[in-house]
């Protein structure tokens, strides 16, 4: 992400994140600004000493500790109950499968800067019709990757091997092993599939659908995936109440005025 220069500084409650002229990335900005957010906090629970300064200073050693052990009191994360997480397996089983892996071929059209989105789809949406016709011949898709495609396997028509969910972006991962259409078996997809990288045209040569594990042998693996979900969510939550009963300047910050229920 590009600097963004800081004429006039944000400010929380009166301290500013940044000297003039200072360069700072929005998200660099933000991190000084819930790291600020938090401090103060400790300050008004006198954990910590208030500073003596309206500009922005990082976080001591001594000061992370104390406010790790704060957030850890008043951020209270309830547990996920087994019925919980029994109903996380039924609907997400597909994510529990071993040994599953798909050999396959692709042909990327890359979405890169200055590129026209619609224009890219329009030429990959009439690459997949020509590959999709009942006339097309066996060596069209090694052909069309060639010409095509913006991966360095369309040199190899678009060979990617076998691939486990894990390999693929997450994007793909979804689309070709945990959607509801992703068990369709062999053959071309006939949609576009949309990743971080592009537009992919996707052939599946061969499926190996791998072993179903029980809810029994997870249990413990969706319990501690849940209550990562819900410290995030609780801590998110802190921050915006912190946010709403603060004094923020010159940078947006997600905030609330009331409690929050968890969800």
């Not at 011949?137 to 396997?153: I, R, T, V």
Request: glycine share 8%; net charge negative; charged share 25%.
């Amino acid at each position: 992400m590009s600097a963004t220069l800081i004429v006039s500084s944000p400010k929380v409650n009166g301290i500013s994140l940044a000297q003039d002229g200072e360069e700072l990335s929005d998200d660099d900005l933000r991190e000084r600004a819930y790291a600020e957010l938090l401090r103060q906090e400790a300050a008004r629970l006198k954990l910590v000493s208030p500073r003596q300064t309206s500009c922005w200073l990082p976080l001591t050693e001594e000061e992370q500790v104390i406010i790790e052990n704060m957030l850890e009191k008043q951020v209270l994360t309830p547990e996920p109950e087994l019925n919980e997480c029994s109903r996380y397996y039924e609907a997400n089983k597909a994510k529990y499968v071993v040994g599953q892996a798909i050999n396959l071929r692709h042909i990327l059209f890359a979405v890169t800067e200055g590129v026209p989105v619609q224009a890219l789809a329009g030429h990959a949406e009439t690459a997949l019709l020509e590959l999709m016709h009942k006339n097309a011949g066996a060596g069209l898709f090694d052909q069309k990757a060639k010409e095509l495609s913006n991966c360095p396997s369309g040199r190899e028509g678009g060979q990617l091997g076998w691939l486990e969910p894990h390999e693929c972006a997450p994007e793909l991962a979804r689309a070709l092993f945990f959607d509801g259409e992703a068990q369709l078996g062999q053959g071309l997809h006939p949609r576009l599939i949309h990743s971080r990288h592009g537009l992919h045209i996707i052939e599946v040569l061969e499926r190996r659908t791998g072993t179903q594990l029980s809810f029994d042998e997870v249990k413990d693996k969706i319990e501690m995936h849940l209550s990562m979900q819900s410290r995030a969510t609780a801590l998110r939550q802190f921050m915006m109440l912190l946010v709403g009963g603060s004094e923020i300047e010159g940078i947006e910050l997600e905030s609330a005025d009331t409690p929050l229920v968890q969800n």
